[in-house]
C-alpha cells in the first residue's frame, strides 16, 4: 500500500477525540471551519468534511479510543487520517447492503478522493488516510 503523501506542515491541524459516535458530526463542522480559514474551495471542503466523518465514524465503529485525527492541507489535495488502537491495518472494503443504511463509509471515501489506505502504526494501532482533491491559493 502506498504511503499518504506529506502536505505543507504549516497548515495542519490535530483532533485527540474519545472513540464516541457523536464525535463525527461535531468534528465535521470543524473541518469545514478549518478548511475555510485554509481557503479550501467550498465543494472540497464539503468533500474533505464528508471523508473526515465517514474515517471517523469507521473508527468509532470498528476500532477502539482514543482517536487522533490530522487535517493537512496542500496545494492540491487534503489529507484527513485517523489513527484509531486496533491492531487489524485492514478495514476491508464495505459491500452495502441496499435495504441498510450502514456500509457506505468506504465507498464515499474511494468515491471523493484521489487515494486512500491503511498503515500499521505500532502493535495496537492503525492509521486510515485518504487524500481529497482540493483548490488551495
Known amino acids: 500500500m502506498a504511503e499518504p503523501p506529506t ?4 497548515l495542519v491541524r490535530h483532533w ?7 464525535v463525527a458530526s ?9 478548511c475555510a480559514d485554509w481557503h479550501v474551495d467550498p465543494k472540497s471542503s464539503a468533500d474533505v468534511a464528508l471523508v473526515a ?3 471517523l465514524t469507521n473508527a468509532v465503529q470498528h476500532g477502539r479510543g482514543p482517536l487522533l ?6 496545494t492540491t489535495h ?4 485517523v489513527v484509531d488502537r486496533a491492531p487489524d491495518a485492514s478495514p476491508g472494503v ?4 441496499a435495504e441498510s443504511e450502514s456500509g457506505r463509509g468506504l465507498a464515499v471515501v474511494d468515491a471523493l478522493s484521489t487515494s486512500w489506505g491503511t498503515a500499521q502504526q505500532a502493535a495496537a494501532s492503525k492509521l486510515v488516510w485518504a487524500t481529497v482533491p482540493a483548490s488551495l491559493p
Open 78 to 81: 487534503v489529507y484527513v487520517g
Open 7 to 10: 502536505p505543507a506542515p504549516e
Open 26 to 34: 461535531r468534528v465535521r463542522s470543524e473541518v469545514l471551519q478549518q
Open 69 to 74: 485525527m490530522t487535517v493537512r492541507a496542500g
Open 53 to 55: 466523518d465517514e474515517l
Open 16 to 22: 485527540s477525540l474519545p472513540a464516541d459516535p457523536e
Open 94 to 97: 464495505a459491500v452495502p447492503d
